[in-house]
């Protein structure tokens, strides 16, 4: 199977992930829950995990880092635990339901919500977002890169507004953590949003926000934290004020491990194998009879590793499956939980076929996936 479906999520990790996350399945026990050796050693690759991804990220403590099990319960427990009745918050038409949901989900009760809106390309106008501040505006969520487009969002850019105003800023990291560098300090990031089982490289159920020092957040649920058992209210401390329940010591062993191996091999050099992959292939089908694709592919901007396609009017999921099941390639089709990028794109009705690439793919199956298409144009 030549597999090309990783903004859905990567599905070849270093083989180090794999072994820290067989050592930790036989080794762990809960962290900060007892002082034997088996808690203690999951106490500390928490903690080595949380010190690790503090650096990544230019945090100024490892307090900053909540674990959360993904992206989605990391968005939700930063717009629900900033936003009340009453305030305004602004978010753009890139979003993934991730960000939509829970926003609707305030709307209802009560906060106004206003939309950046995209052009044809999937695109944002920078001065929109200051033409849609209100005195009763409180954030601006806000994602790093499209899972649809692969297009990039400024986010220091849109970091600077939100600071000029005093806005919190939100930032959905889903597809650009582990592959792009975030500085939060320098980008004004206030709550950044990330899951491990993508660009980072580690295991499924793992992911987390980086808070910015003095910014309470309520947490999103409460319960267990193995430290003032006897209280009737959740620790305020963090990270445990946002960190109820066993981790997953298990996946944060493997995250921790994934961290180590993006530091080894560097982003810069992931990014560009990636982008070198993206561009044979965008090169080997642009110009295919009936391919039409979405998104900015200007040269001169760095993007995320994703070619989006329709060929003509068929269905994506006809092309999707007929990819797969005639030629072992594995791609999205549909439509990628973005409904608004698809309402801005005209493909609601059609969806789309995703094509995102990892660096371990090789040159051989882009031109394998740039041949299968070349037929399946040919046919139409």
Same mark, same amino acid.
């Given at each position: ?75 939700? !427990?930063?717009? *629900? +635990?900033? $936003?009340? =009745? ?8 890139? &979003?993934?339901?991730? /960000? ?94 990330? !899951?491990?089982? *993508? +660009?980072? $490289?580690? =295991? ?8 910015? &020092?003095?910014?309470? /957040? ?163």
């Amino acid at each position: 199977m030549i597999y090309l479906d990783n903004a859905a999520t990567t599905m070849k990790k270093p083989q180090e992930v794999v072994d820290a996350v067989v050592h930790a399945m036989g080794s762990l026990g809960n962290a900060g829950r007892g002082v034997h050796s088996a808690s203690l050693e999951s106490s500390r690759t928490v903690f080595d995990t949380r010190e690790r991804l503090a650096a990544f990220f230019h945090a100024d403590s490892p307090k900053q880092i909540v674990f959360t099990s993904n992206s989605t319960e990391a968005l939700n !427990t930063a717009v *629900k +635990g900033v $936003l009340n =009745p009453g305030d305004h918050v602004i978010t753009t038409m890139l &979003e993934h339901n991730s /960000v939509l949901r829970p926003l609707y989900e305030l709307e209802r009760a009560g906060v106004e919500l206003s939309f950046v809106q995209s052009s044809r390309q999937g695109t944002v106008d920078y001065e929109d977002f200051e033409k849609e501040i209100r005195e009763n505006t409180k954030a601006i969520v806000c994602t790093h890169g499209s899972n649809l487009t692969g297009n990039l969002v400024d986010i220091k850019r849109v970091g600077e507004i939100a600071k000029k105003h005093d806005l919190i800023f939100i930032v959905d990291a889903s597809q650009t953590a582990g592959v792009f560098p975030i500085d939060v300090k320098d980008m004004h990031v206030d709550i950044l949003c990330f !899951t491990g089982h *993508k +660009g980072l $490289l580690g =295991p499924q159920g793992t992911g987390g926000m980086c808070v910015r &020092e003095g910014l309470v /957040v309520r947490p999103l649920k409460t319960g267990g934290s193995g430290v003032q058992t006897y209280s009737k209210t959740h620790p305020v401390e963090m990270p445990t004020a946002l960190e109820a329940g066993t981790l997953n010591g298990h996946g944060l062993a493997g995250l921790d491990a994934a961290v180590q191996y993006l530091e080894k091999k560097g982003i810069d050099e992931i990014r560009r194998e990636e982008q070198h992959l993206m561009w044979r292939f965008y090169d080997g089908v642009k110009d295919l009879p009936g391919v039409k694709i979405y998104g900015d592919f200007d040269r001169s901007q760095e993007r995320c590793a994703i070619v989006t396609l329709n060929i003509g009017d068929y269905d994506s999921s006809e092309v999707s499956d007929e990819l797969s099941m005639t030629y072992e390639i594995s791609t999205r089709p549909g439509a990628h939980c973005a409904p608004l990028m698809h309402e801005a794109l005209g493909t609601v009705e059609q969806g789309a076929v995703r094509f995102s690439f990892s660096h371990f793919n090789t040159e051989a199956e882009i031109d394998e996936a740039v041949r299968a298409l070349r037929e399946l144009t040919t046919e139409e």
